[in-house]
């Protein structure tokens, strides 16, 4: 099972939205999710990866707005 992000990045003005994106990917870079799918959008992690992705998400609060789906298995179309 994994569990997928879906994530988007909300800000009122594009100054503010530059600012939000960039602090995004250097915290995420830093958490060394090597194993983990990313695409601009998407992460997918392992189930024990949970509670890291959670505080993440949750430092930038209503700059990023995330939906959490739990898969059994996930494949390309």
Same mark, same amino acid.
């Given at each position: 099972?994994? /569990?997928?992000? !879906?994530?988007?990045?909300? *800000?009122? #003005?594009?100054? $503010? +939205?530059?600012?939000?994106?960039? =602090?995004?990917?250097?915290?995420? #870079?830093? %958490? @060394? %999710?090597?194993? *983990? &799918?990313?695409?601009?959008?998407? /992460?997918?992690? $392992?189930?024990?990866? $949970?509670?890291? =992705?959670? $505080? +993440? &998400?949750?430092? &930038? @609060?209503? #700059? !990023?707005?995330?939906?959490? /789906? &739990? *898969?059994?298995? /996930?494949? %390309? %179309?």
């Amino acid at each position: 099972m994994d /569990i997928v992000y !879906i994530y988007d990045v909300k *800000a009122p #003005n594009k100054r $503010e +939205f530059n600012r939000v994106k960039r =602090m995004f990917y250097y915290y995420l #870079n830093k %958490l @060394g %999710l090597k194993d *983990a &799918f990313r695409t601009k959008s998407v /992460i997918a992690v $392992e189930p024990k990866k $949970e509670k890291l =992705m959670d $505080e +993440f &998400f949750k430092r &930038f @609060g209503k #700059n !990023i707005e995330v939906y959490k /789906i &739990f *898969a059994e298995s /996930i494949e %390309l %179309l």
